[in-house]
Structures are given as C-alpha cells and as structure tokens.
C-alpha cells in the first residue's frame, strides 16, 4: 500500500500564496514521477507541475513563472509553490505519484480556494 497526504490549501486572496506538501509513504521501492494535478468544479482534471526522478520539470502554461515545483528524494515529499494566486487558480488539488513499477496513486485532495 501507498499512500499520500497533502497539506497546505486553504482560502487566500488574489496574489496571494500557498504552499502545498505531499507526503509519500508506504510499500515504495523507488519513486519515478511526482507531481500535481488540479479540478475545478464542472472541469476535468489537468496538469499543474510534474518532477521526474531526475529533476525534469514540466508545467502547465498558465502557471509558468508563478508555481514553482520541488521534490526531496529524502524524505519522499513534493511540493507546489503557488505564488500570484488568481481566482482561475481555484481547485481542488491532487498529488500524484508514479513508481518505477509504473503503478500510479493519487492524493485525496486539498482545496485552494483565492478570493477576488
């Protein structure tokens, strides 16, 4: 088993930011792709930031120069740096993983929510 626990959403004004943290544990044997997701109500679900294993970084247009995305092999835990929050930016946001298995899991969620 594998699991995920993200932490840091929560309600901030436009321009604000937030930090989200996602803790991998579990029956890991090595971590291939880390990375965030995000759905906002009546959306699908699309790609904010993705790390590789070697430190590859893909992000989504609409967040390039404003999110930052950060891994630490050490501790098994990705990070999503949100900075210039705008309302569009409201979601709910999804941690995911990869293992060099190719087995995929997903976080439960957090809510980001950025007032106008």
């Known amino acids: 088993q594998v699991q995920l626990v993200e932490s840091g959403g929560g309600l901030v004004q436009t321009g604000g930011s937030l930090r989200l943290s996602c803790a991998v544990s579990?029956?890991?044997?090595?971590?291939?792709?880390m990375g965030w997701y995000r759905q906002a109500p009546g959306k699908q679900r699309e790609l904010v930031a993705r790390?590789?294993?070697?430190?590859?970084?893909q992000y989504a247009d609409f967040v390039k120069g404003r999110f930052t995305i950060s891994r630490d092999n050490n501790i098994n835990t990705v990070y999503l740096r949100m900075n210039s929050l705008k309302p569009e930016d409201t979601a709910v946001y999804y941690c995911?993983?990869?293992?060099?298995?190719?087995?995929?899991?997903w976080g439960q969620g957090t809510q980001v929510t950025v007032s106008s």
């Open positions: 995911y993983v990869r293992l060099t298995t190719l087995n995929e899991y």
């Open positions: 579990g029956n890991i044997f090595r971590i291939n792709a």
């Open positions: 790390i590789s294993d070697g430190g590859f970084i």
